[in-house]
C-alpha cells in the first residue's frame, strides 16, 4: 500500500532591497519572522485506486516576510523529508509505506533530504486572504505553484495540491504507465500547511 505524498515545503526568498517589495499596494520595509517550529505542522494526504493515506512532515526551517500591519510578501521554508510520518497505519505496513515514501520511488530523501518553497509574490485577496505564487523545489526540480492562503491572529493556513510527477516521482502513475489497474496511485495529492509566528 503505497503512495506518494508530498509537503507544503520550503521558500527562499532574496531579502535585499527589501524597502523596493510590495503586496497590494502596500510598500514599507519587511521584515523578517520565524514561525514556530514546534506548533506549525504540514499534513499530506495521497490518494490511489484503492484508498489514501496520510500523515504529517515537519519543518526543518521557516521564515516569513512581514511588510506593515503584517501583509505577507515572502517567505522561506526547508521542510525535513526524514521526518515523514504515516498516521493511518500501524506496525510494518506503517514503516514499509513510510521507507518508501522516503525511497528513490518517491522523495529520494538519501538524496535529496530537503523539500524547499520560496513565496516570489503575493496578491492580498481581502483583508485575511492572499493568492500566493511559490517556487517548489522537490527531489532537485523546481516548479511554480500557486495557492490560497488566510491569515488569522498569530498564524496562516494553506492548502496545495501537488501534482507529484512534475517532481520526477512516476511510481504507478496512471497518466504515465498503462494497464496499472487497481495498483494506480493519482498523482495528485493534497498539503494542509498551519504557520505559527
Not at 521526518?83 to 521507507?99: A, I, Q, R, Y
Request: net charge neutral; proline share 1%; with cysteine.
Amino acid at each position: 500500500m503505497m503512495i506518494f505524498f508530498n509537503f507544503f515545503v520550503v521558500g527562499v526568498v532574496s531579502f535585499s532591497n527589501l524597502s523596493a517589495r510590495q503586496v497590494h499596494g502596500v510598500s514599507s520595509i519587511p521584515v523578517e519572522k520565524a514561525i514556530d517550529l514546534e506548533n506549525s505542522q504540514i499534513k499530506w494526504k495521497g490518494y490511489k485506486v484503492l484508498g489514501e493515506h496520510a500523515g504529517f512532515v515537519k519543518f526543518s526551517e521557516g521564515t516569513l516576510l512581514l511588510q506593515e500591519q503584517g501583509h505577507i510578501v515572502g517567505g522561506r521554508f526547508k521542510v525535513d523529508l526524514s521526518s515523514l510520518e504515516c498516521t493511518d497505519l500501524e506496525g510494518n505496513v506503517k514503516k514499509k509505506l513510510e521507507n518508501h515514501l522516503k525511497g528513490k520511488d518517491f522523495f529520494d530523501a538519501n538524496s535529496f533530504p530537503y523539500a524547499e518553497l520560496t513565496i516570489e509574490y503575493t496578491k492580498k485577496l481581502s483583508k485575511n486572504s492572499y493568492n500566493v505564487m511559490a517556487k517548489l523545489s522537490i527531489r532537485g526540480q523546481t516548479n511554480t505553484e500557486e495557492f490560497k492562503l488566510t491569515t488569522f491572529e498569530g498564524g496562516a493556513i494553506a492548502k496545495l495540491t501537488i501534482d507529484r510527477t512534475k517532481y520526477g516521482a512516476n511510481y504507478n502513475s496512471g497518466s504515465i504507465l498503462d494497464n496499472l489497474a487497481d495498483k494506480t496511485i493519482y498523482d495528485e495529492f493534497d498539503l494542509q500547511v498551519k504557520l505559527i509566528y
